[in-house]
């Protein structure tokens, strides 16, 4: 099946500080879109992006679709407690219906 | 803001006993998945379905699993004779015409297979 290889696995980070994951895979996908998930819920949409070299912002988060489609990064600006969570990249391998594959996820502690 | 439901949120239950998890997808979707995430882990695809067959489903979705949408609004799972490695969370989500916007996920079901 698809590997999507997400890192870093966790982080621990001040608030304010900035943070930066990264997801990468050794297949091209047309989608990469970033999820997060807060604890006992399900994943929220965050940030789409659907052409190569795309750079897109959601108030705090910056994420970049990469050139060779194979990999994304998402940005989060500025920390708060509320960034607390997982995040997930996600692609979808082809356009239409087909089911989002999801990355192992990066867990992120905010400490005040 | 649309969103998907998920009942109930906790389910208990007897290994080797059948259990069913319900969702209410969004209104005007027409894609719908159910997702497995076993704690700690990565959130898995189970099955896709659309215009009332199965579309797509994984390996994990052997004969064990079923799902159905038996009226207009509600889209369930079923997993009979459950196994201890059951537990986890399952999510149900939805999508619209194109997939490729991300899924709308409902908050899970939590089960525990005792």
């Known amino acids: 099946g698809q590997q999507l290889n997400q890192s870093p696995q966790s982080m621990f980070i001040q608030e304010g500080e900035d943070v930066s994951m990264n997801c990468t895979s050794s297949?091209?996908?047309?989608?990469w879109l970033w999820y997060k998930q807060d604890p006992g819920e399900g994943p929220v949409l965050l940030i789409a992006?659907?052409?190569?070299?795309e750079l897109t912002s959601n108030g705090r988060l910056t994420a970049q679709f990469g050139i060779t489609r194979k990999d994304s990064f998402l940005n989060i600006s500025a920390s708060i407690p509320s960034d607390v969570g997982i995040y997930f990249c996600?692609?979808?391998?082809?356009?239409?219906?087909?089911?989002?594959?999801f990355g192992k996820g990066t867990r992120l502690s905010v400490i005040a | 803001e649309p969103e998907v439901t998920q009942t109930p949120s906790h389910q208990v239950t007897q290994m080797g006993q059948e259990v069913i998890l319900r969702c209410v997808p969004i209104?005007?979707?027409?894609?719908f998945y159910w997702y497995r995430q076993i704690l700690g882990q990565k959130v898995e695809f189970l099955v896709s379905?659309?215009?009332?067959?199965?579309?797509?489903k994984s390996e994990i979705f052997d004969d064990q699993f079923s799902v159905e949408r038996p009226d207009g609004s509600n889209f369930t799972l079923k997993i009979r004779s459950t196994k201890l490695e059951d537990s986890a969370m399952y999510f149900c989500?939805?999508?619209?015409?194109?997939?490729?916007?991300?899924?709308?996920f409902g908050s899970g079901t939590r089960l525990t297979v005792v």
């Open positions: 379905f659309y215009n009332n067959e199965i579309s797509e």
């Open positions: 209104s005007n979707h027409l894609y």
């Open positions: 992006l659907y052409k190569a070299g």
């Open positions: 989500a939805s999508s619209g015409v194109w997939t490729g916007h991300g899924y709308t």
């Open positions: 996600a692609v979808t391998p082809f356009s239409g219906n087909t089911p989002l594959v």
């Open positions: 297949s091209i996908f047309n989608t």
